[in-house]
């Protein structure tokens, strides 16, 4: 089938950029699971042409989809509202179009836990490894791949199976979120339904979600776009462009929200994106180009403030 008004929309930049650890990119098209399902899709102009290795029901399949590439939001409208500088301005140019997926949220859970101190090859690695061995395998013509655990699957694992996945530390942390899951404890319906502050609290609440696991799954699969998952990355960012300092994540935080707003989620990836595309993203053109604007805003501060 077909999505035929895709506009202002980059399939690649949307899942080159390290949000899912789940696609593969094959000649011209991605092949992915997303719940349950392999799926190809390509893109050729404003059209996304979709294949599924299951039978799909067109008219609950297609919102599906454009609500998990974010399709119906205006993303144009926010990221003009994160276009606040010369450098940000440059970023969103070269990377226009990417956006950040609604994925399902045990899968976001339990990857970002894996996520942990890890790189994204390696945590690709280790959740094929736990799909293969406790998902269901998936076919679509010769392309083999699995489902993602379930928390029953996970629960009912034994730490030492986990370890044998390459999952390390993170493993006691994995299995007992999909304990928790499976007990009610930890109610996945009641997240979606909280809003960013309540949500972000009962994420924490688990063992291994710190405050950068828990706004990565609140940005990843809530939608909450006030979410600044900040990792070594984002935190280089923005000492290097904007605070010209060495920063406390409370400081980068503080200084974030206050410049780029509620969608300063949006603005994050694709600094992020951005810095892992252009090798000399710190040079002194670079910088140049953020330098006016960020007195600017500091001084803008300053007024507020008195």
Not at 10 to 25: A, H, I, M, V
Not at 52 to 77: A, G, N
């Amino acid at each position: 089938m077909q999505i035929q008004d895709a506009t202002d929309f980059s399939l690649k930049y949307t899942l080159e950029s390290g949000q899912s650890f789940r696609w593969n990119r094959i000649d011209d098209a991605y092949y992915g699971v997303v719940e349950g399902r392999i799926l190809k899709i390509c893109q050729v102009g404003t059209t996304l042409r979709v294949e599924s290795s299951t039978t799909e029901d067109k008219t609950t399949f297609v919102p599906f989809l454009r609500h998990y590439l974010d399709l119906d939001r205006d993303v144009p409208k926010l990221l003009a509202a994160v276009d606040n500088d010369a450098y940000m301005h440059r970023a969103l140019e070269k990377l226009w179009g990417m956006r950040i997926l609604n994925q399902e949220l045990w899968e976001t859970v339990a990857s970002f836990i894996l996520s942990q101190n890890n790189n994204i090859s390696r945590i690709r690695g280790i959740i094929r490894r736990l799909s293969e061995r406790f998902g269901e395998q998936l076919t679509f013509g010769g392309y083999v791949d699995y489902s993602f655990p379930s928390p029953e699957a996970l629960g009912a694992t034994t730490e030492a199976e986990l370890l044998a996945c390459g999952t390390g530390y993170r493993a006691s942390y994995l299995r007992e979120a999909a304990a928790a899951v499976v007990s009610g404890e930890f109610e996945l319906t009641a997240v979606k339904e909280m809003s960013y502050p309540e949500a972000k609290r009962e994420l924490m609440r688990r063992k291994g979600i710190g405050e950068k696991v828990a706004d990565c799954i609140c940005l990843f699969s809530l939608g909450h776009l006030a979410a600044l998952p900040i990792d070594v990355w984002i935190k280089r960012i923005f000492e290097t462009l904007y605070l010209r300092r060495r920063a406390t994540y409370p400081e980068i935080r503080e200084f974030a929200h206050g410049y780029f707003g509620d969608s300063v989620g949006y603005a994050q990836q694709y600094l992020f994106h951005y810095v892992h595309e252009c090798q000399d993203w710190a040079d002194a053109e670079h910088l140049s180009l953020i330098e006016t604007s960020v007195t600017a805003a500091a001084e803008n501060r300053k007024s507020v403030a008195n």
